[in-house]
């Protein structure tokens, strides 16, 4: 019995290594593993039985298969309905009628031709579409919706543009009525359309309650922790599904597909893959010996520093892959320093987020804004975007170092029993200060002067000592690769929205530039490096795409949109640039923290469009455009799946053996979300509501 005591002993702390692998990527050591006479062996005592907790573990896996159950028998009972597809011919001012059998009041039709869906002019040919009930014995029209105009290119272009509408129209007692499709052409030459009809479209009034239960569902599961985010993340989405499919509007597998963003999942796993390699060479460690240096060992110097370089190169690159370059130095750092590394990161990811915001690569809703055909028109280019974010920028940044310090002054030195295993760890395999270090310690202390102008950290020296002695570069060469390779990815981040380099994405460039530093690294293992992706940060970043455009079709992104028209219309028209500011502001920051900031600014910008193009309210569109970005990117840092950032940082953290929960991102998110929020409103309402800097 004592051998399978101490037999189920070793086998219970292998589990735990595996579990939190150090900050080096290896296991902790097997003498570390054995019980240890001089230190407490928490992991032999059993876990004391907690009734609560037993009850709490059987609600959570009741709700769990409840939840399974309701989605499960949803899609195995109801199948796709296929949508008709046809090729009509409409004649120049001539009608054309398609019978469709009406199951419901409503039709959703898409149409595919060469529309012009930027300019509406009297003299514009158009096609008009309408739903009809007609007596098909009088041919006498009984019923019929309202005329919904898609206007034409003047002249002959090849274009191959798709819109969508949903029509309704009031049914008829009558018996010999037939239901059908009116096409009336009001153009002077015969065009050829491409129409789609779903004659099961979404129409419900309760869309948006089950948008909104499905966002709430999202939280309960993150919030309590009742399962893993990702599995969460999946099994929302898949209740998203099974309710469309259940009010009859069931997607197929090509359009759920369609619905994730996979040019953020490329550029992610491009950049994953190459951080991993350049991991390899040795830089990070150096990267956080010099910023050491550079603080003398003072936390809150080291932590300004860290957010500083962080937020300036977010402009540049993109703030992910600012992020996957800072988060092992700063791990490394607050090992050696003492300080809370979740805490840190968090920090760090907060202002890979703020500075991202300046330009257009810097964060992806930039990206989906500044790459959109209608904010191109509109002459909104690099140069001029920058421009206009900068000062927000600039306020958010230096009010964020307060925020930061008084969020966090008071917890940043309270280490963590997950953070002291694993500092005992490593502080347990590295080898004592040898004669050398001793001599380098007593050197540097020679060379400091009587009265340095920042006064060294208790043990700077020795620490800095034992940093230089296991922290360098140790493969210049594949240094050299790695930086040529970035180096190519920079350049083509840079020119991506120059004409002659159309195809340059920002996910196609990280994954060609992957391809390439895996070709110069010559990796015999490629397993070693795809160990180190974050597959789970992906597929969370996956399924949330799938749930939002759920939450999109179920008609609340719609609700909100028409909210919005009927506030700003409500008052008078020298106010309805401020008001709609306001509102785009915080409900794009609102969305973003509670939603994602990349499927909630595709879908704000959709609405800023609309909002553009209202004849009624006839909005300036650049103002609306700053507010987005602020509100999706500010507000990205409310909360942990925020923006895909902030995912990231949490997956680095438990790749290194440390957890960011929900909760705790919370804390020191949310607050940096409203102040900076708050800091871009007063901007933004001085730049356009008082000065009106979009008309000049």
């Not at 990349?598 to 909002?611: E, F, G, Q």
Request: glycine fraction near 6%.
């Amino acid at each position: 019995m004592k051998f399978v005591s101490v037999f189920f002993r070793v086998a219970n702390l292998d589990a735990v290594s595996q579990a939190w692998p150090s900050s080096y990527g290896s296991s902790i050591p097997r003498r570390l593993r054995m019980p240890n006479q001089l230190e407490p062996n928490y992991l032999d005592e059993p876990e004391e039985f907690s009734l609560w907790r037993f009850v709490f573990k059987l609600i959570k896996i009741a709700l769990l298969l409840l939840l399974w159950g309701f989605f499960t028998y949803i899609l195995v009972r109801i199948a796709t309905t296929p949508d008709e597809s046809s090729v009509v011919t409409i004649l120049p001012n001539e009608t054309l009628l398609r019978i469709v059998s009406l199951p419901n009041d409503a039709v959703r039709i898409s149409m595919w031709g060469p529309f012009d869906r930027h300019s509406k002019s009297d003299d514009q040919p158009l096609v008009g579409v309408r739903l009809e009930w007609r007596d098909s014995g009088q041919n006498k029209i009984l019923e019929r919706s309202d005329m919904w105009n898609i206007y034409l290119l003047k002249n002959d272009d090849d274009s191959f543009v798709g819109t969508t509408n949903t029509l309704h129209v009031s049914r008829t007692k009558m018996s010999n009525a037939k239901s059908m499709i009116s096409l009336e052409g009001k153009n002077d030459r015969p065009v050829s359309l491409l129409m789609v009809v779903s004659v099961c479209p979404l129409v419900t009034n309760h869309g948006v309650i089950y948008a909104s239960l499905l966002l709430i569902g999202l939280y309960i599961l993150i919030v309590f922790e009742l399962t893993d985010r990702t599995l969460a993340s999946l099994l929302m989405a898949t209740t998203g599904i099974a309710i469309l499919t259940a009010l009859g509007n069931r997607p197929t597998l090509q359009k759920i597909i369609s619905w994730v963003d996979f040019e953020t999942l490329m550029l992610l796993l491009g950049m994953m893959i190459m951080v991993a390699i350049m991991s390899e060479t040795g830089i990070f460690d150096w990267m956080a010996v010099l910023a050491y240096r550079i603080s003398k060992g003072h936390p809150w110097p080291l932590l300004i520093l860290l957010s500083s370089i962080t937020a300036l190169m977010s402009c540049i690159l993109d703030n992910v892959t600012m992020l996957l370059l800072m988060a092992p130095i700063a791990i490394r750092l607050c090992e050696a320093i003492g300080v809370q590394t979740p805490l840190v990161l968090i920090a760090v990811v907060l202002y890979s987020n703020l500075g991202g915001t300046l330009t257009p690569v810097g964060d992806p809703p930039n990206v989906i804004i500044a790459t959109n055909p209608v904010v191109e028109e509109n002459g909104i280019d690099f140069a001029t975007f920058t421009m206009h974010m900068l000062p927000g920028v600039l306020l958010a940044v230096f009010a964020g170092f307060g925020v930061n310090y008084l969020t966090m002054r008071k917890s940043l030195f309270k280490l963590g029993d997950q953070q002291i295993q694993l500092t005992a760890e490593r502080d347990a395999n590295r080898p004592r200060l040898s004669a050398d270090i001793s001599l380098r310690v007593a050197q540097m202390r020679e060379r400091q002067s009587a009265r340095p102008c920042v006064r060294p950290s208790e043990n700077y020296f020795e620490i800095l000592a034992q940093l230089e002695a296991h922290h360098r570069i140790r493969d210049k060469t594949l240094l050299i690769k790695c930086i040529l390779t970035m180096a190519f990815a920079i350049i083509c981040f840079l020119m991506h929205s120059m004409p002659f380099m159309p195809g340059a994405t920002l996910g196609w460039v990280a994954v060609l530039a992957a391809f390439l530093l895996l070709i110069l690294a010559k990796m015999n293992d490629i397993e070693t490096i795809l160990d180190q992706v974050e597959w789970s940060a992906l597929l969370f970043l996956a399924a949330l795409f799938v749930l939002t455009e759920a939450v999109d079709q179920l008609g609340f992104i719609h609700w909100l949109g028409e909210c919005t028209v009927k506030l700003i219309m409500s008052v008078g028209e020298q106010h309805q640039t401020t008001v709609g500011i306001l509102i785009i502001l915080w409900m794009t920051a609102i969305l973003a923290a509670f939603v994602g900031n990349v499927p909630v600014t595709t879908m704000i910008l959709r609405l800023n469009i609309a909002l553009h193009r209202n004849e009624a309210i006839r909005m300036p569109l650049s103002p609306l455009i700053w507010a987005l970005s602020y509100g999706a990117c500010f507000g990205g840092n409310g909360t942990l799946i925020g923006a895909s950032a902030n995912v990231v940082a949490a997956a680095i953290a438990h790749q290194y053996g440390y957890k960011i929960s929900f909760i705790q991102f919370f804390i020191y998110g949310f607050p940096m979300m409203l102040v900076t929020i708050s800091l871009a409103m007063v901007y933004l309402l001085v730049a356009h509501s008082v000065f009106t800097w979009h008309r000049t």
